[in-house]
């Protein structure tokens, strides 16, 4: 069974910096992009990074372009970790993050329990 187990949130201060990790397993992800997502309280779930198989290839969020990073370290085919670096950290970058398979910014699925991030002014 797929799962997908997000970690690294917390509370910071604005300007400051945050790193996101994703454990994915249970299947094989040879060839699948993956991508964050966040959901802000009220709002909808959006797309903020993804990421192809061989890494090659990142699209960002406008909003989040130059603070953050998208990495992936494809350990094995059927358990891989997807990162999002966050710096210069925005109270509006708060919301619960989650990692998944994406194509672009489209998300595939399934959903994780997420990892919420919390940036005080």
């Known amino acids: 069974q797929e799962q997908l187990v997000e970690s690294g949130g917390g509370l910071v201060q604005a300007g400051g910096s945050l790193r996101l990790s994703c454990a994915a397993s249970g299947r094989a992800f040879t060839g699948i992009a993956m991508g964050w997502f966040r959901q802000a309280p009220g709002k909808e779930r959006e797309f903020v990074a993804s990421i192809t198989w061989s890494g090659s290839i990142t699209r960002y969020a406008d909003s989040v372009k130059g603070r953050f990073t998208i990495s992936r370290d494809n350990a094995q085919s059927t358990q891989i970790s997807v990162f999002l670096e966050m710096n210069s950290l925005k109270p509006d970058d708060t919301a619960v993050y989650y990692c998944?398979?994406?194509?672009?910014?489209?998300?595939?699925?399934?959903w994780g329990q997420g990892t919420r991030v919390t940036v005080s002014s």
């Open positions: 998944t398979r994406a194509g672009g910014t489209t998300p595939f699925g399934p």
